[in-house]
């Protein structure tokens, strides 16, 4: 359940490439199996926008063309690939900067509703990552979303090329045959990297840890990413989820960031085109009214445990998180001509962080986190 191209709907309330009336879908109430089929499509949406961005030469990542079959592709508008650009830059510049804090020592990643997403490829490929560095990596989503990825990382698999000293075992998941939760939480065989097929909806504080969970390490400083993920969840699951890990698998005195990318500003006019054109698809953000601005996602954060919050939209992160001189390769790639609608969209997703900083020890010094303060 990666980001997916919600932008691109709401540009269509202005009469570009088809009115509102024709993102209306049939009438009538959806079965639940139906909503979540819906919600595991947004992955494939999240692909194309990526493989864009990529191809228009905004982003650098090798694996974005595996999960994007070519009949699939589409180029996106200027504005979506820039968003999509700002985006990944934010959050792979906070979890870089949590692996630069003290980076002889074991630390643990865990993406939730990660589907096709690159992130952890892409690090290995740029930092040689094995067994031996220290670093836990943790994918949680739908069985049916890892499919794909899985059978890139099989021994015939074109991904397995690019990354040294990952073992997978000896089969395919085939996407004729439906996968399963067992089947999906072992088919990677590697001390670093770990893919948990679960529905963060099950997750209850109370119940037997899930047993592919029992490979989270309690104790390592963890960073846990979730882009356009737990927003599709009701209020109170999507809380009762994030906690499980910050309070229930983390130790609390273990130390814990968060990274979460989500729409916000839901009741200006443009926030309601937005909604209204995703619930035509079926798609309904259900945190989007409890979370729908800045301070309220800061907040959310410090009631999940984390002490330190921090967060702008994307038009902010845009003016003062990229540099003059990658401003202006940016703009060599494609014109931007709508700059009036490219800021208001920027303004309607924010990606938000937060951290407490655990126990102080010698392996845990007080001022670890630092790098995540006041960086825009």
Same mark, same amino acid.
């Not at 969840?233 to 910050?246: E, I």
């Given at each position: 359940m990666a980001a997916p191209t919600i932008p691109n709907l709401a540009l269509r309330s202005r009469g570009r490439r088809?009115?509102?009336?024709?993102?209306?879908?049939?009438?009538?109430? +959806? =079965?639940? $199996?139906?909503? @979540? +089929?819906?919600? +595991?499509? &947004? @992955?494939? @949406? !999240? =692909?194309?926008?990526?493989? =864009? %961005?990529? $191809? %228009?030469?905004?982003?650098? @990542?090798?694996?974005?063309?595996? *999960?994007? !079959?070519?009949? /699939?592709? /589409?180029?996106?508008?200027?504005?979506?690939? +820039?968003?999509?650009?700002?985006? &990944?830059?934010?959050?792979?510049?906070?979890?870089?900067? *949590?692996? %630069?804090?003290?980076?002889?020592?074991?630390? /643990?990643?865990i993406s939730l509703g990660a589907g096709s997403d690159t992130r952890f490829f892409r690090l290995v490929s740029h930092h040689g990552f094995t067994e031996e560095t220290k670093l836990l990596y943790h994918e949680i989503d739908f069985a049916e979303n890892l499919t794909l990825k899985l059978n890139e990382l099989s021994p015939y698999g074109q991904m397995t090329q690019h990354l040294d000293g990952l073992s997978v075992a000896d089969r395919e998941l085939h996407p004729g045959s439906p996968p399963d939760a067992e089947s999906v939480a072992h088919v990677v065989k590697s001390g670093y990297y770990h893919s948990h097929a679960i529905d963060l909806r099950t997750l209850q504080p109370s119940a037997e840890k899930p047993p592919s969970l029992r490979s989270i390490d309690p104790l390592l400083p963890t960073v846990i990413i979730s882009e356009c993920c737990l927003c599709y969840?009701?209020? &109170?699951?999507?809380?009762?989820? !994030?906690?499980? *890990? &910050?309070q229930e698998l983390l130790d609390p005195t273990t130390p814990c960031g968060m990274i979460m990318y989500e729409p916000i500003k839901p009741d200006d006019a443009f926030g309601q085109v937005m909604v209204d054109n995703l619930a035509a698809r079926g798609i309904v953000l259900q945190t989007l009214k409890k979370y729908g601005s800045i301070d309220a996602q800061r907040h959310r954060m410090q009631a999940y445990g984390l002490h330190e919050a921090e967060g702008y939209d994307v038009n902010h992160l845009w003016r003062k998180g990229v540099s003059q001189t990658e401003k202006e390769r940016i703009a060599s790639l494609e014109m931007v001509d709508e700059v009036e609608e490219w800021e208001l969209l920027a303004s309607h997703y924010c990606v938000v962080w937060g951290w407490r900083a655990g126990e102080a020890s010698l392996d845990r010094p007080p001022n670890a986190w630092n790098s995540w303060k006041d960086l825009y």
């Open positions: 088809g009115g509102l009336s024709s993102l209306r879908g049939p009438s009538g109430r +959806r =079965s639940a $199996e139906e909503n @979540d +089929r819906i919600i +595991r499509q &947004t @992955d494939q @949406d !999240a =692909s194309v926008s990526r493989l =864009s %961005a990529v $191809e %228009a030469g905004y982003l650098n @990542d090798p694996f974005a063309k595996l *999960f994007v !079959a070519p009949a /699939q592709k /589409q180029r996106r508008l200027p504005i979506i690939n +820039r968003g999509t650009y700002v985006r &990944t830059q934010m959050i792979d510049d906070l979890v870089d900067k *949590f692996l %630069a804090i003290h980076s002889d020592r074991p630390k /643990q990643i969840l009701q209020p &109170t699951a999507a809380d009762r989820a !994030a906690l499980y *890990f &910050t």
